[in-house]
């Protein structure tokens, strides 16, 4: 185990919500909202504390989606392509994100660690389409041109 | 009929006896109907569809996990079902690899079984199958993720047998594969090796290890004295493959076929467990006389020894430094030749896949050399036979060598669950009556439960004393004695029903894994010497060749070295 690692933050988490097997997704979940990814390092420790194996617990977090093993980015840009932002043009407002970060769908985050960007099916806002997300707040109708200028923003926020 | 509990297969009333689903009703009533994913140990999956049947509405079911109600009538052989079942078989074959006959489990798969009985000539689908995925990192099994059919017989065996949890599912939808936290080598995982997630696997997905081309290169070499040992285990579970009945004492046999092979000694491991008897009796006296912390738990079986030094390693300085009868016969044996003109080579053939691991750890070995230097399950001593083009059935059944040819029937117990307890109650008890041996046998120390708990009075004292098959039973009881239960002997066999059912043996049913322990029981009746204390042998080498080596060849300190490292 990672002597390195600071164990509390999972400590915590697991006090808050309960030290039971059944509670794995939420831990987990709490945990990537902490880190932003799931680390590898708590993988030893909470099959240890919650008596899962750690397969199994590799295996819930690689079943859902929602879950990454890899770090993402400060700001997570999430890009919908549901029906209706589909068919609204989202494809040329990924395709833009994508070149001005140097990424594509196998490499979703900078090296830098300050951008992810990724697809969604659907955020339940398609009267708003085409839509994205930067960490959980809404953009709506977007264009390439005003996703190129709120990339600029948040380049300058950081 | 008398009872209106019955219901109709393929229009034959079928009485319902207490049956938990239609699958076994079915096969109790003579029809073999195909399945991958179930096995009566495990738990209840329903994955493969296999099993369909039709009811009496036309719907279909899966028979593995729909019970029996009295007053159903299904059909398990109609034109729909048997277009499902060849659909269901092509599906899988489209994203299998083909090559059989270079595959390691060739002859013994499921699928290319099923492939035969469905009369699959052709698969409408282009092949998709990936390269071989190969994670040959472990001693004692191979994995190739591309043949894997996602049974998850391996998960379920590896979880809820063994509590072990190395593999498990991992992603989603078509990119499901088996796998290891973070896909990490076999090795690297909590696996102990006790291969008994090969024994279930339909197909070549997880296989034992192959050593048998390092075997045949000893016995090519002019230079080198070949012995071998051969597992208690070994002797009832050969004989089906090779034109005998199951649980079959072909021990004879065995020693006429390794000779014709051109092994130089043949000797029989219960010889080894004669000298573990004596050695883990001593080892309990002590223990009781100097008031150590109890209980002592036994060390013969090496996926055991694995599993406490990764999830137990607190409980090390409770297990016997006892070698195990491999290894201790191995270390006399090696001994013996070690003036030998001709390079020395010690060959194991174990019901085990565990041992293959056993064989090279770092305790285990001489000036860098290992004591056993090829380990061979029963499963590669039947292919090599046949190799050989040795024809089992009518081999003259020989004797084992000498000076080392003389066992009990204390050591060939040794290769079912509450065999070694059973050997080490009868060195112990002060009675040495033939009445004693039949109530020892009578104790509870025989069976095939998981957990059997028996106590016996040595002297003025009772012991108490555990017998556990199964790792997860293993870890149920410890789990006990960690909240304060007492017990003073523990024997833990990793695989359930013990050696007799490990995973190097052919794989048969739960019924055919029983008649191989009755095998041994009446070979050790057969045995004109019960108690190991008695075989002359055991004198002359303690009196000779281990002469104050004892500690030396005989016993062994595990550190608690090998955590899991993360």
């Known amino acids: 185990m990672n002597k390195t690692f600071d164990y509390k933050v999972v400590d915590e988490i697991i006090d808050e919500l309960g030290n039971r097997q059944s509670a794995v997704i939420a831990i987990l979940q709490n945990i990537q909202e902490h880190y932003r990814y799931l680390p590898k390092e708590v993988f030893p420790y909470l099959s240890k504390k919650l008596g899962i194996s750690q397969a ?60 992810t960007v990724e697809t969604v099916s659907c955020l339940g806002a398609c009267g708003l389409a085409p839509v994205l997300t930067v960490n959980d707040k809404v953009y709506p109708a977007m264009t390439p041109d005003k996703a190129t200028g709120l990339l600029n923003g948040l380049k300058e926020d950081k | 009929m008398k009872t209106n509990n019955y219901m109709l297969i393929d229009g034959m009333p079928v009485e319902i006896n207490g049956e938990k689903n239609l699958l076994e009703l079915i ?14 140990e495990l738990s209840i999956y329903g994955a493969c569809r296999m099993c369909m049947v039709e009811n009496q509405w036309g719907g279909l079911d899966a028979a593995c996990s729909t019970p029996p109600k009295a007053g159903m009538a299904i059909r ?12 269901i078989l092509e599906l899988l074959l489209a994203n299998h690899c083909r090559d059989c006959t270079t595959c390691n489990n060739n002859g013994k798969c499921k699928l290319q079984d099923l492939a035969v009985t469905f009369n699959i000539e052709r698969v409408r689908f282009p092949n998709t199958a990936a390269k071989p995925k190969i994670d040959d990192s472990s001693y004692c099994i191979t994995r190739d993720q591309n043949k894997c059919i996602l049974c998850g017989d391996c998960v379920r065996m590896c979880n809820e047998i063994q509590n072990i949890g190395a593999i498990d599912f991992a992603h989603r939808g078509s990119k499901m594969i088996i796998s290891t936290a973070f896909d990490q080598p076999i090795a690297s995982s909590p696996c102990v090796g006790c291969g008994q997630c090969a024994a279930v696997c339909p197909t070549g997905a997880i296989v034992v290890k192959n050593d048998k081309k390092k075997v045949w290169e000893a016995l090519d070499d002019k230079n080198a004295k070949v012995t071998v040992q051969i597992a208690p285990a070994v002797r009832v579970a050969i004989g089906r493959e090779l034109g005998h009945a199951n649980g079959e004492n072909a021990m004879g046999k065995i020693v006429a076929a390794l000779r014709r092979m051109g092994f130089d000694e043949i000797y029989d491991t219960s010889t080894g467990a004669d000298l573990t008897v004596l050695e883990e009796s001593n080892e309990l006296l002590k223990r009781l006389e100097a008031g150590a912390a109890m209980p002592l738990f036994t060390s013969c079986c090496p996926a055991w020894v694995n599993y406490c030094e990764k999830n ?20 006399v044996i090696k001994e013996q030749n070690k003036t030998s003109g001709r390079r020395p080579v010690h060959v194991a053939v174990m019901p085990c896949t565990a041992k293959k691991y056993e064989a090279v750890r770092e305790e285990f070995k001489t000036d860098g050399v290992p004591n056993v230097d090829y380990v061979i399950t029963t499963q590669e001593l039947i292919q090599m036979i046949k190799e050989s083009g040795i024809v089992f059935a009518d081999l003259e ?6 000076p080392f040819g003389t066992m009990t029937g204390a050591g060939v117990i040794f ?45 003025e004292r009772e012991l108490q004393i555990a017998i556990v098959n199964g790792l997860k039973n293993a870890c149920d009881l410890i789990e006990r004695i960690k909240t304060g239960e007492h017990y003073d002997f523990v024997e833990v066999m990793a695989c359930p029903g013990g050696c007799i059912n490990g995973a190097g043996q052919p794989f048969s049913s739960l019924k055919e894994k029983e008649k191989r322990g009755k095998g041994l029981y009446s070979a050790d009746k057969l045995s004109n010497i019960k108690r190991s204390e008695e075989n002359p042998l055991m004198m002359s080498l303690y009196s000779g060749l281990l002469k104050g080596h004892v500690h030396e060849l005989l016993h062994v300190r595990y550190k608690a070295g090998t955590k899991e490292e993360n």
């Not at chain 1, 859902?64 to 549901?82: A, H, M, Q, T, W």
């Not at chain 2, 059944?397 to 000498?402: F, L, N, T, Y």
Request: proline share 4%; with cysteine; charged share 25%.
């Open chain 1, 56 to 115: 199994k617990i590799y295996s819930v977090a690689t079943f859902y989606e929602n879950f990454s093993l890899r770090p993402k980015g400060k700001y997570v840009i999430k890009v919908c392509d549901g029906t209706a932002c589909h068919v609204r043009k989202s494809i040329p407002i990924l395709e833009k994100l994508r070149k001005e970060l140097g990424l594509s769908e196998m490499k979703t985050t900078t090296d830098d660690l300050h951008f």
């Open chain 2, 415 to 459: 290769g079912v669950t509450g065999g070694v307890t059973e050997a080490v109650l009868r060195r112990l008890t002060s009675d040495k009556s033939s009445t004693s041996l039949m109530s020892i046998a009578y104790q509870g120390v025989r069976g095939m439960e998981g957990i059997k708990e028996t106590t016996v009075m040595l002297g």
């Open chain 2, 76 to 87: 398990t052989n109609t034109r729909r079902l048997r277009k499902y079942r060849k659909m």
């Open chain 2, 27 to 40: 096969r109790k009533a003579g029809i073999k109907l195909p399945t991958f994913c179930y096995h009566s």
């Open chain 2, 397 to 402: 059944p020989e004797a084992v060598d000498m």
């Open chain 2, 312 to 331: 137990y390693p607190e409980l090390l300085p409770h297990v016997s430094t006892c070698r195990s009868p491999m290894q201790m016969f191995a270390s």
